[in-house]
């Protein structure tokens, strides 16, 4: 199971940190990834990171604003946003994965937190 927290309503050009929290199994073999999806549009993917930590990717638009982490021996992962944009409005979800190719895709991913909710005012 996971669990997000520390969403929440932010200024433009705020800072937030979510984090997700696994129970029941250990995510240390698992890629963890961070989701979000607005209103009336896909889930998209904000970035993922290998199960040892040694390949992180971020898609383009939070590239260089959003950072992701993990602590495998607290079974938690995070995701520290800075410069925080409306754009940025969305539910965002934390996933896990076998640690294979591929990694982008939702559909490949197998346990998924509920979400929390991120709003930016402007």
């Known amino acids: 199971l996971l669990l997000e927290s520390g969403g929440g309503l932010v200024q433009t050009g705020g800072s937030l940190r979510l984090s997700c929290a696994a129970s029941?199994?250990?995510?240390?073999?698992?890629?963890m990834a961070w989701f979000r999806q607005a209103p009336g549009k896909e889930r998209e993917l904000i970035g993922f990171?290998?199960?040892?930590?040694?390949?992180?990717e971020y898609a383009d638009s939070v590239k260089g604003r959003f950072t992701i982490s993990r602590d495998n021996a607290k079974n938690t992962a995070h995701l520290e946003m800075t410069n925080i944009k409306p754009e940025d409005t969305a539910v965002y979800y934390c996933?896990?994965?076998?640690?294979?190719?591929?990694?982008?895709?939702?559909?490949?991913?197998?346990?998924w937190g509920p979400g929390t909710q991120v709003t930016v005012s402007s």
């Open positions: 029941k199994r250990s995510i240390s073999g698992y890629a």
């Open positions: 990171m290998t199960a040892s930590g040694g390949r992180t």
């Open positions: 996933a896990a994965k076998g640690d294979k190719y591929p990694y982008r895709s939702p559909a490949q991913y197998d346990f």
